[in-house]
């Protein structure tokens, strides 16, 4: 995910999108423990979109202030 995408989208869109990551990051946590988690990159990789999408949303939040 690139963070010029994520500039181009609405608050209300980046919510939903960190939404969807918190429960992919939540899947992928409960699959590691019962030992079905395959790719391991992606828990990374999750865990770092959500955090952009965040960096934006305050972003967007001090711009507005």
Do not use: C, W
Request: hydrophobic share 40%; proline share 2%.
């Amino acid at each position: 995910m690139d963070a010029n995408e994520l500039r181009n989208k609405t608050p209300e869109q980046l919510r939903e999108e960190l939404v969807s990551l918190k429960k992919e990051q939540f899947n992928l946590r409960f699959q590691q423990a019962t030992g079905q988690l395959e790719n391991t990159a992606r828990m990374r990789k999750v865990k770092r979109d959500a955090a952009r999408v965040l960096t934006i949303l305050n972003q967007k939040a001090a711009a507005e202030a």
